[in-house]
């Protein structure tokens, strides 16, 4: 969950101009990779809240993650959309950062366009976004660096809506710690089954390569499941 960004929110918002929820999940990663996340949390909390207006539209989510003794870290994303004409295109503001229980998440900044869309009852919604990234030197063993990031995001509502499959997929320009580039992939599908209008049961499974920071060994790809509920306001 460090990052998530459901555009099933953009569904309901289109009709209702504003939806929020919160999602309770547990991780199994460190019950896969012990030696690599041993310390990975456990449990993460995860509030989300998109509101649109007559401008364009507010996103955030917060990412509290806690683990067996600590609340291990909060970190969280706002973003600004400014609609562009009626073809579905705005401009994209984000911050990205956090503090963990060691100091702080390392800090960004990007600015870029999206293009939106959706088919005639919102049911499929989709989201392509390119953005310049700006990060920052945020602690120790980090540095300001430019980056580029492509995102897109995509939501399914099916089975008469008691089934959704949403989620995103990152790729940006990552640096090692020699200065070296280096492509970094992020991706979170998420499948819920919609008991009721506001609970819903499901699983996350986060893919990455380059993302995590492993000390361990040389493995860069992971893949971490969770379970987890939800409830919609």
């Known amino acids: 969950m460090k990052k998530f960004f459901s555009i099933a929110l953009l569904a309901v918002a289109a009709m209702s101009a504003s939806a929020q929820n919160v999602q309770l999940h547990y991780d199994f990663g460190r019950n896969f990779y012990s030696d690599e996340e041993a310390g990975r949390q456990k449990v993460t909390l995860t509030l989300e809240q998109f509101k649109a207006d007559q ?16 609340t291990e870290g909060a970190y969280g994303e706002i973003s600004r959309e400014f609609n562009i004409g009626k073809k579905g295109f705005a401009a994209h503001v984000e911050y990205d950062g956090g503090l963990n229980r060691f100091g702080s998440f390392q800090q960004a900044a990007l600015v870029g366009a999206a293009w939106n869309g959706h088919n005639a009852d919102f049911s499929k919604t989709y989201s392509v976004q390119l953005m310049y990234k700006r990060f920052f030197k945020s602690y120790d063993n980090t540095s300001a660096y430019n980056s580029v990031q492509l995102t897109g995001v995509w939501g399914l509502n099916f089975a008469n809506k008691k089934g959704t499959f949403s989620g995103f997929i990152d790729f940006w320009r990552g640096e090692k710690a020699d200065g070296h580039g280096q492509l970094v992939l992020l991706t979170e599908p998420q499948l819920w089954y919609n008991a009721t209008e506001h609970f819903s049961v499901g699983t996350e499974v986060e893919v990455s390569n380059n993302f995590i920071y492993n000390t361990y060994n040389d493995k860069k790809f992971f893949i971490n499941p969770t379970l987890a509920v939800k409830w919609n306001f």
């Open 55 to 70: 401008w364009g539209s507010w996103f955030y989510f917060v990412d509290i993650d806690f683990s067996r003794k600590f």
